[in-house]
């Protein structure tokens, strides 16, 4: 079995360009703990696809309609991109690491609906990043403006999540 079937892709939809750093270490750790899963390797062997690109868009007062993706097969490899709701400022470290780990299992759950795999496995125990995890490669963007007759709409399109990696 390969070791590193699922790439994380970090980025953040608030207006100011920033999330908390602890939330995305969180994240990305949530990822890296599945990625290196025996049970969840070999679950991913099944999908008929070599690895999965897995977006995550945090945002700020925005929160996309959810479960919602965009799923696409690029070549031999699954890209999947989510929204992802920033949690309340304050929040404490573990319900970040829980929230985290929370959060992927979902993605997980949604992409297992649309490729009718089996059942997920059990998840590994949330844990919270290295103490000495370096910076998190993040994709800032500022969403445009949009127009007042737009604004109750409150979360990204799909076709904003699908332009967010430039992909």
């Known amino acids: 079995m390969d070791e590193f079937w699922l790439h994380p892709r970090l980025g953040t939809a608030t207006r100011d360009g920033q999330a908390p750093r602890f939330y995305l270490l969180a ?4 990822v890296q703990t599945l990625d290196a899963d025996p049970r969840w390797q070999q679950w991913w062997h099944r999908s008929g696809f070599l690895d999965c690109e897995l ?52 993605m997980f759950e949604l992409i297992r609906e649309a490729l009718a795999l089996p059942d997920l496995p059990p998840p590994p125990t949330p844990s919270a990043p290295p103490e000495d995890a370096g910076e998190v490669p993040v994709t800032a963007k500022g969403l445009p403006s949009i127009p007042r007759e737009l604004e109750p709409q409150g979360y990204l399109t799909l076709t904003q999540v699908q332009d967010f990696f430039g992909s």
């Open 27 to 30: 994240l990305q750790h949530a």
């Open 55 to 106: 977006g995550i868009v945090t945002e700020g007062r925005l929160d996309h309609l959810r479960p919602s993706a965009d799923l696409r097969r690029v070549d031999d490899r699954l890209r999947a991109n989510f929204t992802c709701a920033l949690p309340p400022a304050g929040t404490a470290r573990d319900e970040l690491v829980r929230r985290a780990a929370t959060e992927v299992r979902t």
